[in-house]
């Protein structure tokens, strides 16, 4: 019982996170477009399959074989989503690129930070799940390691990026997939 509401209450935050991005993005749209021309918006992701576009490693995911990605790009590129997926769509609409996968900072050129970057994790939930992949907190981890690092400027983060957080579902499958935890 504790746990269900444990479980209920971070779907009500969690939906409230969501809705308030939702909400912040339209607004934001309108701010960004004038610092878009300078070049300075950024999206970051956090979150689950639904966002990940090449964090999860070859060896915990399908999503680096065929049919994945036989839509977009056109051979299977560790995406978790069919076709262009939530982070193309939402960069595009900001007049940037999608952003660069965590997992692939230090193999492209620094200039590709520049529109932000995806830490989302196929598999990966709020808390732990089945699948081994830093969960939302650590994913968070990995930006303000960042942060630090100063990879990206803590003002430039503040006045103008966006974040997109999906948390599709892996809790739920983690939850029940528990001994004695039956679906009945
Ligand atoms: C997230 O992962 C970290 C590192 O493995 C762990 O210490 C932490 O307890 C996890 N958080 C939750 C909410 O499960």
């Not at 009500?12 to 878009?36: D, G, K, M, P, R």
């Not at 639904?50 to 560790?78: H, L, Q």
């Not at 932000?116 to 081994?132: E, I, P, R």
Request: proline content about 5%; glycine content about 10%; aromatic content about 12%.
């Amino acid at each position: 019982m504790e746990k269900q509401t444990t479980i209920a209450s971070s779907c009500l935050f969690l939906l409230y996170i969501t809705t308030f991005t939702v909400a912040e993005v339209l607004e934001a749209h309108h701010h960004l477009h004038q610092h878009n021309i300078h070049g300075s918006v950024k999206l970051f992701v956090f979150g689950d399959s639904y966002v990940d576009t090449g964090n999860i490693r070859k060896s915990v995911s399908p999503s680096w074989k065929e049919p994945y990605g036989i839509t977009f790009p056109g051979k299977p590129a560790g995406r978790g989503s069919g076709g262009r997926g939530p982070p193309r769509f939402l960069a595009s609409f900001l007049g940037i690129r999608s952003p660069v996968p965590y997992a692939l900072r230090k193999f492209v050129k620094k200039s590709k930070l520049e529109s932000g970057m995806n830490f989302a994790f196929g598999g990966t939930g709020v808390f732990d799940t089945l699948v081994s992949g830093p969960n939302l907190t650590t994913q968070i981890d990995f930006f303000e390691q960042l942060l630090q690092q100063k990879v990206y400027a803590k003002n430039d983060v503040v006045k103008s990026s966006i974040a997109l957080v999906s948390v599709a579902g892996n809790d739920y499958a983690a939850h029940f997939g528990r001994p004695g935890n039956d679906t009945k």
